[in-house]
């Protein structure tokens, strides 16, 4: 069984910054190295929409909306993944889901934590 807690989310002023962090909880044996980790976003009356996404070796990838702004990252042996967001903006305000890739068919969720950046 495997646990995602997010946390960092807070309030901000736009040309902010937070950082995000998903710190996971698996079995002993669960390799976490291996499991893509992702970080996506849902803004109210809005569909959850993908962000960025982090493979075991380090390969990161950026939807347009965050690229240059948003950096995914990941340290292993803390078994815990980061989102570091500069120069927030109002647009992304929403709840931010981190996800565990692979491990299951539809991946596994943490519960979210909330961002808002203010005008």
């Known amino acids: 069984q495997v646990q995602l807690v997010e946390s960092g989310g807070g309030l901000v002023h736009a040309g902010g910054s937070l950082k995000l962090s998903c710190v996971v909880s698996?079995?002993?044996?669960?390799?976490?190295?291996?499991?893509?980790m992702a970080w996506y976003r849902q803004a109210p009356g809005r569909e959850r929409e993908w962000v960025a996404r982090?493979?075991?070796?380090?390969?990161?990838f950026y939807s347009d909306s965050v690229k240059d702004r948003f950096t995914i990252s990941r340290v292993n042996a803390r078994e815990t993944a980061y989102l570091e967001m500069r120069n927030l903006q109002p647009d992304d305000t929403a709840v931010y889901f981190c996800?565990?890739?692979?491990?299951?068919?539809?991946?596994?969720w943490g519960q979210g934590t909330q961002v808002t950046v203010s005008s």
């Open positions: 996800k565990m890739e692979g491990f299951t068919e539809s991946g596994v």
């Open positions: 982090i493979f075991g070796a380090g390969s990161t």
């Open positions: 698996a079995e002993p044996g669960t390799v976490f190295s291996i499991y893509p």
